[in-house]
């Protein structure tokens, strides 16, 4: 199973989340998130050697300000979390870089309106990848999971992340759920002390269940 760290920001922090089994940490370039890394933390990252998968993640950014992040953030992927189309993540897949798009997903929620993202995906394998969040008025968490039952509904061929609330009381959940498309989990807020600072411990502890 596949975990992502996401809204990693202070260096030590980060330092000490390399050292667990994680797949991916992820990098929030967002400006009006809680755990957003402005230009002066992104030079400090720039200064580390990233030895995880790393993941900046972007809403509704410009293609232009993205590059200029991948070299310095050592990035492995670009999650979109915005309102972003194919015909822009494919401008990114076509310089050879992951894409996670993330979905917000509502009880009502309509897979049909993935088939463009599908079809991408497909013409890009296993370099397009979904994200299930849930649902908010803003872009970026809300520290409350969904009804994961909804994604009985969907059908496609894209791999997914479970993000949302997740937290370390989850773990006999996330054993249970059953998806042929299910690839990992996204874990951020209910593993922080603060806004951009994770407890290690836990994650270290809640791994360890998980993978058992």
């Known amino acids: 199973m596949m975990i992502k760290v996401c809204g990693m920001r202070d260096i030590h922090n980060i330092n000490q989340l390399q050292e667990l ?4 940490m992820g990098i929030i370039r967002y400006s009006k998130s809680k755990r957003f890394v402005d230009n002066s933390q ?22 232009d300000n993205i ?7 050592q990035l492995d992927v670009v999650q979109l979390h915005g309102d972003e189309n194919p015909a822009f993540a494919k401008a990114l897949l076509e310089i050879d870089i992951k894409i996670f798009k993330a979905f917000q997903i509502t009880e009502d929620f309509n897979f049909d309106t993935l088939k463009e993202w599908e079809k991408l995906a497909s013409q890009y394998v296993g370099k397009l990848f979904f994200v299930f969040d849930t649902a908010t008025p803003n872009y970026g968490g809300s520290g409350k999971k969904f009804n994961w039952s909804i994604l009985d509904s969907y059908k496609g061929e894209v791999p997914f992340l479970l993000s949302g609330g997740i937290s370390k009381n989850d773990v006999t959940m996330i054993k249970e759920f059953k998806h042929n498309m299910f690839l990992g989990i996204d874990l951020n807020s209910k593993f922080e002390t603060e806004p951009g600072v994770k407890n290690i411990e836990e994650i270290k502890t809640f791994i360890e269940k998980l993978r058992k």
Do not use: H, R, S
């Open 21 to 24: 089994d994680i797949d991916f």
């Open 42 to 63: 992104k030079q400090e990252v720039a200064q580390q050697t990233m030895n995880k998968g790393t993941v900046g993640v972007y809403v509704n950014e410009t293609v």
């Open 67 to 73: 590059l200029k992040d991948i070299i310095p953030l």
